[in-house]
């Protein structure tokens, strides 16, 4: 089954504390993107990868770092979490970037910082 | 920088009720997308719009590319429990990433 899987589900943790929330697809796309979403402000991106090797900035990226190593893997990555960070995040895929071909999203995960 | 506005930002109808919300931006795009959120899970895109002017219907739901290129409608027809969550305008210009709106929330009373 095409999908992208995230993990994990729901991860509390403190404040300071590196954490990685894993990202796969196994549809070989090109482009990958986390998004973040909060009540009121819809998604906002955070980072996204037109292909292996190549990362850049979205929205929001304070905070974050990414890699794509592989095609199929996008982790994100929070150095030293603060509470601002707690959200629901989402990782998405499509054949490539823009509008020309509809991103697939994980099911997303929920982070809280303490 | 471009500013998109969604609205409603929450809508709560009886079932079978007819549903509007609509995105208007500053800027000029080239498509038009609408996804929706079900509840506990990540969006799906359920339209694309490609064409000032164009109106596609899928089933229940009619979006429209607004003529000026800075605005879209989606419109729910005879509303059913399923159609709960939450809805997102996202359009973007050839290549670049897409922007989206901040989401309208249905709730349905069965």
């Known amino acids: 089954e095409a999908q992208v899987t995230q993990n994990p589900r729901y991860l509390i943790t403190v404040t300071g504390k590196k954490l990685t929330v894993t990202c796969s697809q196994n549809?070989?796309?090109?482009?990958m993107s986390w998004y973040r979403q909060d009540p009121g402000l819809g998604l906002r991106q955070i980072y996204y990868s037109m292909n292996v090797e190549v990362t850049d900035k979205g929205d929001v990226p304070e905070g974050y770092k990414v890699s794509r190593k592989e095609k199929r893997n996008f982790p994100l990555i929070l150095e030293s979490p603060s509470p601002n960070q707690t959200s629901l995040y989402f990782c998405?895929?499509?054949?490539?970037?823009?509008?020309?071909?509809?991103?697939?999203f994980g099911n997303g995960t929920r982070l809280t910082v303490t | 920088g471009q500013q998109l506005n969604q609205s409603p930002q929450s809508m709560f109808i009886q079932e079978g009720e007819d549903v509007s919300m609509n995105c208007t931006s500053s800027s000029i795009f080239n498509t038009w997308l609408w996804y929706k959120q079900d509840p506990g899970e990540g969006p799906v895109l359920l339209i694309a719009l490609y064409k000032a002017g164009e109106l596609t219907s899928n089933g229940r739901l009619t979006a429209q590319f607004g003529i000026t290129r800075k605005d879209s409608f989606l419109n729910i027809s005879a509303s059913i429990p399923s159609d709960v969550g939450i809805y997102f305008c996202?359009?973007?210009?050839?290549?670049?990433?897409?922007?989206f709106g901040q989401g309208t929330r249905l709730t349905i009373n069965p």
């Open positions: 549809m070989n796309h090109e482009y």
């Open positions: 996202a359009p973007a210009t050839g290549a670049q990433k897409l922007v």
């Open positions: 998405a895929s499509s054949l490539v970037g823009g509008a020309g071909s509809p991103l697939h």
